[in-house]
């Protein structure tokens, strides 16, 4: 089953159905009593606990290139990097509490979530888990957040998220039963962030629009000497669902603030604005058939760099447990600063701070990528709430002649990968 992340409805519902919240009765008394109110349902603190939940999901899988490039990284893919190298993706564990967005009563909860595997050395965090392993299999901390529904302003009220959080710009996402494929676009990895510090809001203006802001340290860093500059960056945007009679959404984000390290462009990483631009939509064809689309422009004034791009989805459910998937992008990095491999365990976030690594770039390059899949999604009951398998096959093309792929030898790359999640 085909589930663009439910960023789509708005970030704020992503992060509340597929988080919740985790917290101590202790901190919930704090914020009630600094709120001067009762959460709703929660009259006290054994009925709040009640509403706790405890989830783990493990996700393996491999991606296949018959070209075996020497040095065994497939270029231009952070999730199935390794060519032919089975691999724990994920092990993720989660305890959560999900706040009703949509009550006329204060309501708090919480979600922590806990992730092992070899996604994680992309999903890090400087200052917080960047340094306690530096293998290909890494330790991290994707959300750590309190949640809080404010019944203000309008009918539907604000909600707010403080801590560890999931970016919510852009379609895909880490939580593999929330994408429709094994790999991600190069928009979603080299164009949209991944993981902040700081604080989101969801203003609800109506029933069908919503604002959206928020602040943080920046992406993929903390404070102090986890930090890559001494700037903030925020958000800013507006969500939109139910619209033609509920077949459509839309949601746009924008994004600015530094986010080059100092490292590598001195004081002027603290002012050199990076501008991010994606708005995205789905549209319910019929009841089997739907579109989404993704269109993504950023420039960043440190780098001098800018990249452009629009991202297509088709989702077919052939049968109540078998859906087929397309996705067609093409994408511009007009440096080539923006698109590259890790080579390195570590090098993902030693490049964030702006230190030395291992790294392999490209000169600058249209890319076009296209990728088939299939998400069989059976029903196995006994407490096995997900269970996915899904195959795809992917091509990817430089279309201005450029030979980025395969370690640098070729214009064009394949690869078949395949994953399989399983949840509790």
């Not at 050199?272 to 319910?284: E, H, I, P, V």
């Amino acid at each position: 089953m085909m589930k663009i992340s439910n960023r789509f409805e708005t970030p704020f519902e992503h992060w509340s159905k597929s988080a919740g919240c985790p917290g101590l009765v202790a901190g919930l008394a704090l914020v009630t009593a600094v709120l001067g109110c009762k959460p709703a349902q929660a009259e006290t603190p054994q009925n709040w606990l009640q509403s706790v939940t405890l989830g783990a999901q493990i996700e393996g899988g491999i991606n296949a290139n018959p070209a075996r490039p020497s040095n065994g990284v497939n270029f231009g893919q952070l999730i199935g990097d390794r060519a032919n190298q089975a691999q724990l993706d994920q092990l993720a564990l989660t305890v959560a509490r999900a706040v009703d967005t949509t009550s006329s009563h204060y309501d708090i909860g919480f979600l922590v979530r806990g992730l092992y595997g070899a996604d994680g050395r992309y999903f890090n965090i400087a200052g917080i888990t960047d340094r306690m392993m530096n293998t290909r299999y890494q330790f991290i901390i994707p959300q750590a957040h309190l949640d809080v529904h404010l019944p203000w302003l309008t009918r539907h009220g604000l909600d707010m998220q403080v801590g560890i959080l999931a970016s919510p710009m852009g379609v895909e996402s880490l939580d593999p039963t929330l994408r429709p494929f094994y790999t991600l676009s190069y928009t979603t990895q080299y164009s949209t962030p991944f993981e902040h510090v700081g604080a989101m809001f969801q203003w609800h203006l109506t029933d069908h629009l919503d604002a959206l802001f928020g602040v943080d340290t920046g992406n993929q860093v903390s404070f102090g000497a986890g930090d890559n500059n001494h700037a903030a960056a925020g958000y800013f945007g507006l969500s939109a669902s139910g619209l033609a009679n509920g077949r459509l959404s839309l949601t746009y984000l924008g994004r600015v603030g530094p986010e080059d390290a100092t490292r590598s462009l001195g004081h002027t990483a603290n002012t050199a604005q990076r501008f991010w631009n994606d708005l995205s939509g789905t549209y319910k064809i019929s009841d089997k058939l739907s579109f989404t689309g993704e269109l993504n422009v950023m420039h960043d004034e440190g780098l001098r760099a800018d990249t452009y791009s629009f991202v297509s989805y088709l989702s077919y459910h052939l049968t109540p447990t078998l859906t087929l998937n397309y996705r067609g992008e093409i994408y511009r990095d007009n440096t080539g600063l923006l698109v590259t491999s890790f080579i390195a365990d570590n090098a993902y976030m030693q490049s964030t701070l702006g230190k030395p690594t291992v790294t392999q770039s490209a000169p600058p390059t249209t890319y076009g990528a296209l990728t088939l899949g299939a998400t069989w999604q059976p029903t196995l009951g006994h407490h096995v709430k997900v269970f996915e398998i899904r195959p795809e096959i992917r091509f990817d093309r430089s279309l201005n002649g450029t030979t980025p792929f395969n370690n640098s030898r070729n214009t064009g790359q394949f690869t078949f990968g395949a994953d399989a999640v399983m949840g509790f």
